[in-house]
Nanobody, 122 residues
Framework: QVQLVESGGGLVQPGGSLRLSCAVSGFTLEYYAIGWFCRAPGKGREGVSFISSADGSTEYADSVKGRFTISRDIAKNTVYLQMNNLKPEDTAVYYC???????????????WGQGTQVTVSS
């Protein structure tokens, strides 16, 4: 059974940091790409960062480049999103999702986690 479980969200002040985790089971990270998405209040879901299955190559939305870093630990079946220099506009529910390839992540992920809330506020 495929499962993705996010954790690590919370309330942080502007300029602060959080590290989100996406613990997966039922499949291996060597064969599936993982993406982080966010849904801010009143907005649609947006792609934040992706990591490919084969070589671990990464992609970032322009709004988070230089501030967020995606990584994975294959042995722990976990993907991370290190979020630095957080801004109020980063406030959203963050989800991780899987797809066979990174190309498929933006339009057709196959499984989703339940999400974790990130709130950036003073």
């Amino acid at each position: 059974q495929v499962q993705l479980v996010e954790s690590g969200g919370g309330l942080v002040q502007p300029g602060g940091s959080l590290r989100l985790s996406c613990a997966v089971s039922g499949f291996t990270l060597e064969y599936y790409a993982i993406g982080w998405f966010c849904r801010a209040p009143g907005k649609g879901r947006e792609g934040v960062s992706f990591i490919s299955s084969a070589d671990g190559s990464t992609e970032y939305a322009d709004s988070v480049k230089g501030r967020f870093t995606i990584s994975r630990d294959i042995a722990k079946n976990t993907v991370y999103l290190q979020m630095n220099n957080l801004k109020p506009e980063d406030t959203a529910v963050y989800y991780c999702a899987q797809a066979p390839t990174a190309v498929q992540l933006p339009t057709s992920p196959t499984s989703w986690g339940q999400g974790t809330q990130v709130t950036v506020s003073s």
